[in-house]
């Protein structure tokens, strides 16, 4: 089994070095076919908008995880889908800001350091959203991420939240390719308490790939870029 991996400086550091060096133009345009829009105009004015999430990597019980959400059933797109924090930047807002007001708001959870940004990707409702990856510098419990649902209850566009190890999210068989309405593959992260799936689970598999270098097709464990990174990474 693999070695339990913690978020340290020297590894939060090397990740930061390789997003910057990714393609600055490179966009993800998961454009709906004009047969499955079922309003061309409300597409065309999501198109004009720009969201915001947060990838939000933290140690929980001092392992290295992921945070995410589960949206509400009661909003009018994703409804009851697992997702990062996040939403529509506001006007005069940065991207940054827009991530990080966003997790505050959906999970309570503070002082998020922004390491950079993945590939801007439209949402399947026309919306371009950019992920914003960053690193919550406190000790986090179970019961924290626990106490942190009766907080997310309040908003009302999050019913619950939960965290995931990055040694579940690599571990063998949690990842599977699915065709998506007969158009696109797309990875599903099947974990507990529900899987992840559609822009989120796209967004998480670019995260692993691009920003840990985790090969999904030759490699079962999370493997580290280099020495320093591994020393870093390992308890």
């Given at each position: 089994?693999?070695?339990?991996?913690?978020?340290?400086?020297?590894?939060?550091?090397?990740?930061?070095?390789?997003?910057?060096?990714?393609?600055?133009?490179?966009?993800?345009?998961?454009?709906?076919?004009?047969?499955?829009?079922?309003?061309?105009?409300?597409?065309?004015?999501?198109?004009?908008?720009?969201?915001?999430?947060?990838?939000?990597?933290l140690n929980v019980e001092g392992?290295?995880?992921?945070?995410?959400?589960?949206?509400?059933?009661?909003?009018?797109?994703?409804?009851?889908?697992?997702?990062?924090?996040?939403?529509?930047?506001?006007?005069?807002?940065?991207?940054?800001?827009?991530?990080?007001?966003?997790?505050?708001?959906?999970?309570?959870?503070?002082?998020?350091?922004?390491?950079?940004?993945?590939?801007?990707?439209?949402?399947?409702?026309?919306?371009?959203?950019?992920?914003?990856?960053g690193f919550v510098p406190h000790?986090?419990?179970?019961?924290?991420?626990?106490?942190?649902?009766?907080?997310?209850?309040?908003?009302?566009?999050?019913?619950?939240?939960?965290?995931?190890?990055?040694?579940?999210?690599?571990?063998?068989?949690?990842?599977?390719?699915?065709?998506?309405?007969?158009?696109?593959?797309?990875?599903?992260?099947?974990?507990?308490?529900?899987?992840?799936?559609?822009?989120?689970?796209?967004?998480?598999?670019?995260?692993?790939?691009?920003?840990?270098?985790?090969?999904?097709?030759?490699?079962?464990?999370?493997?580290?870029?280099?020495?320093?990174?591994?020393?870093?990474?390992?308890?």
């Amino acid at each position: 089994s693999s070695a339990m991996l913690r978020f340290e400086q020297r590894f939060l550091e090397a990740m930061r070095r390789r997003l910057r060096l990714l393609p600055p133009t490179k966009e993800y345009e998961k454009m709906m076919p004009a047969e499955l829009q079922e309003d061309a105009a409300e597409y065309a004015r999501r198109a004009r908008r720009c969201a915001a999430v947060a990838v939000p990597l933290l140690n929980v019980e001092g392992e290295a995880a992921m945070l995410f959400t589960v949206r509400s059933k009661r909003v009018n797109t994703h409804a009851g889908h697992v997702s990062f924090p996040g939403g529509h930047v506001d006007a005069g807002e940065t991207i940054h800001a827009a991530a990080i007001r966003e997790l505050e708001e959906e999970t309570a959870v503070r002082d998020m350091q922004v390491l950079g940004e993945w590939h801007r990707v439209r949402a399947i409702t026309g919306t371009m959203v950019t992920p914003v990856i960053g690193f919550v510098p406190h000790e986090f419990s179970r019961i924290d991420i626990g106490s942190m649902v009766q907080h997310a209850r309040s908003s009302p566009e999050v019913d619950s939240c939960f965290s995931v190890t990055l040694r579940e999210l690599t571990s063998p068989g949690i990842r599977e390719m699915n065709h998506v309405r007969g158009r696109w593959v797309m990875p599903r992260f099947n974990v507990m308490p529900q899987p992840i799936w559609g822009l989120t689970a796209f967004i998480l598999d670019g995260v692993l790939r691009d920003a840990f270098n985790w090969d999904a097709s030759t490699s079962n464990e999370l493997v580290l870029s280099n020495k320093e990174d591994q020393e870093a990474c390992a308890d």
